[in-house]
Each structure stands twice: as structure tokens, then as C-alpha cells.
């Protein structure tokens, strides 16, 4: 059983709607990630948050657009996606920014854009 | 050059035979390191971290040699249950907070009856 919970599981969405994934972290940690898996890809690092405050953007283009309100919710702002962007999209937390801290992913939410 | 690389296999072996992953990156600041599993369509989750000392979990090995940026799993007694694709990730951690985790592509392991 997750500590991490992303909803929806699956979405499909056109090219010109909006829609959000969400994450929530029930494991009382400071920093949360989102991560993009694509096929035959390595997962890729996309935003980091500690204590709520965005400390990693990975070049991501601004049709991602991630909020966090607080340190347990972190939301994924999707629009005017492309096709490519069709992924698995992966939240995670840890307990902090210290190195060896163990991270902590979600089920994903399956993303299909056409 | 990936920052960090893996074969991604299959590795095809039969039940009870001893397999090994090797994973080598290219960061030499990188600070931890990791073995993740991931179960097809699933989530990945942690295996085991990878000291320089070496560590053992069980039929899990894990070794780290700095020098040469090169990280291994070593599977014992191989079970069904351990097919999976095995993700080696690197860790240099974020400048105000949070960790930056670079996984590999991933080795796949299936073990057959």
C-alpha cells in the first residue's frame, strides 16, 4: 500500500483541453518530485519541491505547470499538450533534501494525448 | 554520453541461477546511489541503497566502486518472482532541498521454470 497517491490513474485529453493531475503524500515528507516515464526511456526528473518551495526545474516546457501548496499536495498543470508528451507521469516524496534519503513514488497517472 | 548506463537485456536465466547487473555513470559528484525494481506497468520502488562497503540483503548484493563510477547487483538463487527490470540511480541531491535522482534505462531480468 502507496504513501503516495496520484489521481486520476489514466486521462486522456486533447491537444487544446486542460487538465490536472494530483498527488498527495500521507508520509509526513518535505520534498516532492514529478517524473515522466516514457517508453523505452529512463525516467526523467521533471520538478523538485522542499517544504513546498520549487527547488529543481528541469528545463520542463511551460505546458507543465506544477503548484504545490503545501508540503503533502503537489498538483501537475497540463495544457495545450502534444502527443509526445503521452507518458507515464510518476509523483514521489522523501523525507527531505538529504542524500540517501529514500524516495517514494505514486502508481502514476497514465497520460494519452491525442 | 548517459549520465548513467545500463544493459537493458533481457536476461533471460532459469530458477535458482545467480545473475548480475552492472551499471556504470558518468557524475563523479553524485553522492548515493540505488537499486530500484520496477514490475511492468507498475511504479518502481526501492531495492536496496549501494554503499562503498557493499551491502547484502538477502540474495541482494549490492557493491560500489567510486573510482571507477560503476555500481552491480548480484541476484542469488533466483526466484520467479524476481522478474522485473532493475533500475540503477544516482543521487547528487538539489541545492535548497530535495533530491535529484538520474535513473538508468533499466536491465530486464526474467526467470524462467
Not at chain 2, 25 to 51: G, I, T
Request: proline share 4%; glycine share 8%.
Amino acid at each position: 500500500e502507496t504513501g503516495v497517491t496520484q489521481t486520476p490513474r489514466h486521462l486522456v485529453m486533447g491537444m487544446t483541453n486542460k487538465k490536472s493531475l494530483k498527488c498527495e503524500q500521507h508520509l509526513g515528507h518535505n520534498a516532492m518530485y514529478w517524473y515522466k516515464q516514457s517508453a523505452k526511456k529512463p525516467l526523467e526528473l521533471m520538478f523538485v519541491y522542499n517544504f513546498k518551495e520549487q527547488t529543481e526545474n528541469n528545463s520542463v516546457p511551460s505546458r507543465f505547470s506544477p503548484e504545490c501548496p503545501n508540503s503533502s499536495h503537489l498538483f501537475l498543470h497540463l495544457h495545450t499538450l502534444q502527443p509526445e508528451d503521452s507518458a507515464l507521469y510518476l509523483c514521489a516524496s522523501s523525507q527531505g533534501g538529504g542524500n540517501g534519503n529514500t524516495i517514494y513514488f505514486g502508481e502514476g497517472s497514465w497520460l494519452t494525448v491525442v | 554520453r548517459k549520465e548513467v548506463e545500463q544493459d537493458p537485456g533481457p536476461f533471460n536465466v532459469p530458477e535458482g541461477a545467480t545473475v548480475a547487473f552492472n551499471c556504470t555513470y558518468s557524475n563523479s559528484a553524485s553522492q548515493s546511489f540505488f537499486w530500484y525494481r520496477q514490475d511492468c506497468r507498475k511504479e518502481p520502488k526501492l531495492l536496496m541503497s549501494v554503499y562503498s562497503s557493499g551491502n547484502e540483503d538477502g540474495r541482494f548484493t549490492a557493491q560500489l566502486n567510486r573510482a571507477s563510477q560503476y555500481i552491480s547487483l548480484l541476484i542469488r538463487d533466483s526466484k520467479l518472482s524476481d522478474s522485473a527490470t532493475y533500475l540503477c540511480v544516482v543521487n547528487k541531491g538539489v541545492t535548497g532541498g530535495g533530491n535529484k535522482l538520474t535513473f538508468g534505462t533499466g536491465t530486464q531480468l526474467k526467470v524462467e521454470l
